[in-house]
């Protein structure tokens, strides 16, 4: 089945500092979404993403399908944006999501 | 839009027990699916329904798993004979048909821990 791959599995930032968040993935994609998990557990939804660029506020987000990546930027961190961020694709062929590892952003004041 | 619900979001249980969770999907989603989250790895696939039929399971759904949709809407998932393994959070996720665009939105999750 497909592979997902993220990278830095952990990141440490100062406030106000920017960031890229990487996602791989091994096979063509239908889906390819970004989330952020909060101490709660609660998978917020970022972006659907399967091709293109985005921007939500201080988020982007830029999948190129043809070379099987997806990156994630967060400009001028908050505290508030610390958790675990997950990047989850639906193979061509497939119909579920299958996650990556994540990575643990921890943002200091 | 209420979003995804999940009751009860936690379970404690001791071993051996059967436990029944609820999910309660967007109304216009005719997808369901369900997702296991053991500490510190990202969700991973159990099932999933399109209306009220389950078309794929994973290898992790064990016998001693079962979820019913039954009139398409809300789902349930059955635990029996519940082990120490079986601790994790349950999530739970809805959207529409993948040709329409298929973008998941997540339930809060069930947190199940087997004493």
């Known amino acids: 089945g497909i592979q997902v791959e993220q990278s830095p599995p952990d990141l440490i930032l100062q406030e106000g500092a920017n960031s890229t968040l990487r996602c791989n993935f091994s096979d063509s994609v239908n889906n390819l979404q970004w989330f952020h998990q909060n101490p709660w557990g609660q998978l917020i939804n970022l972006f659907y993403?399967?091709?293109g660029t985005k921007q939500n506020g201080r988020l982007s987000a830029t999948t190129v399908a043809t070379e099987r990546y997806s990156l994630l930027y967060i400009s001028s961190s908050q505290t508030t944006d610390s958790g675990v961020y997950f990047c989850?694709?639906?193979?061509?062929?497939?119909?579920?999501?299958?996650f990556g590892p994540g990575t643990r952003l921890s943002v200091l004041p | 839009d209420t979003g995804v619900s999940q009751n009860p979001r936690h379970k404690i249980t001791k071993r051996g027990q059967n436990v029944t969770f609820r999910c309660d999907p967007i109304?216009?989603?005719?997808?369901l699916y369900w997702y296991r989250q053991t500490l510190g790895q990202g969700p991973e696939f159990l099932t999933y329904?399109?209306?009220?039929?389950?078309?794929?399971k994973s290898r992790l759904l064990s016998d001693r798993f079962s979820a019913e949709r039954p009139k398409g809407s809300f789902s349930t998932l059955e635990i029996q004979r519940t082990e120490q393994g079986d601790s994790a959070m349950y999530l739970c996720a809805s959207s529409k048909d993948i040709r329409l665009g298929g973008e998941q939105f997540f339930g809060p999750g069930t947190r199940l821990t087997v004493l």
């Open positions: 993403i399967p091709s």
């Open positions: 329904f399109q209306n009220e039929a389950q078309l794929e």
């Open positions: 989850a694709v639906v193979g061509y062929y497939g119909q579920n999501f299958v």
């Open positions: 109304s216009e989603h005719n997808r």
